[in-house]
């Protein structure tokens, strides 16, 4: 299992950042994909989920309205798509899918909100 984040980088408050995750390794259009993030001295915590088939998505309470997971099965891709983003949303983000019971992360990417 390969999972390879990019799109990261510094925005403003308020702008805008779309992140990629290219997997490989295994059957991509059979699992559920995550984006988790970890800030600065804090527990990392789940961002946003969709299911196999694209179908189901589910959000932070943190997130929600603002953030959009979606998923190319066809390029074994997902992506997060993040609006409106705020200094709070300052973390590395990681690319998460668990398979046979096993978590599988990538290598992150940053993303800083700062003015």
């Known amino acids: 299992v390969q999972l390879v984040e990019s799109g990261g980088g510094l925005v403003q408050p308020g702008g805008s950042l779309r992140l990629s995750c290219a997997a490989s390794g295994f059957t991509f259009s059979n699992y559920a994909m995550l984006w988790d993030r970890q800030a600065p001295g804090k527990e990392r915590e789940l961002v946003a989920t969709?299911?196999?088939?694209?179908?189901?998505?589910n959000y932070a309470d943190s997130v929600k309205g603002r953030f959009t997971i979606s998923r190319d099965n066809a390029k074994n891709t997902v992506y997060l798509q993040m609006n409106s983003l705020k200094p709070e949303d300052t973390a590395v983000y990681f690319c998460?899918?668990?398979?046979?019971?096993?978590?599988?992360w990538g290598q992150g990417t940053q993303v800083t909100v700062s003015s």
């Open positions: 969709i299911s196999g088939a694209g179908g189901t998505t």
């Open positions: 998460h899918v668990i398979r046979l019971g096993t978590d599988y």
